[in-house]
């Protein structure tokens, strides 16, 4: 059983920047990143594999960048030129063999 810690949600005015951290209690393969707006499905927001693959959804693109640490077990997202469509809670994901895990979430909220 993996257990993640997120950090580093709050509130932020449109343009600013926030780092999101995720800190795994043991090894994983996958690390990546949802996203719950109020009212709607969870969303991927990106994605780091153990083969160095990354991907983004395209509303993210060229403003966010995951990475990982992977001496630590930690993951990143770093949230650039925030928008307030960006507001909602981020979850850490995090995969290792047939296992997926969440973490609790951290709310973000981008005001305009």
């Known amino acids: 059983q993996v257990q993640l810690v997120e950090s580093g949600g709050g509130l932020v005015q449109a343009g600013g920047s926030l780092r999101l951290s995720c800190a795994a209690s043991?090894?994983?393969?996958?690390m990546g990143w949802y996203r719950q707006a109020p009212g709607k499905q969870r969303e991927l927001v990106a994605i780091?594999?153990?083969?160095?693959?990354?991907n983004y959804a395209d509303s993210v693109k060229g403003r966010f960048t995951i990475s990982r640490d992977n001496a630590k077990n930690t993951g990143y997202l770093q949230m650039n030129s925030l928008k307030p469509e960006d507001t909602g809670v981020y979850y850490c994901?995090?995969?290792?063999?047939?296992?997926?895990?969440w973490g609790q979430g951290t709310q973000v909220t981008v005001s305009s």
């Open positions: 994901y995090a995969g290792r063999l047939e296992y997926s895990y």
């Open positions: 043991g090894s994983i393969n996958v």
């Open positions: 780091f594999t153990s083969g160095g693959y990354t």
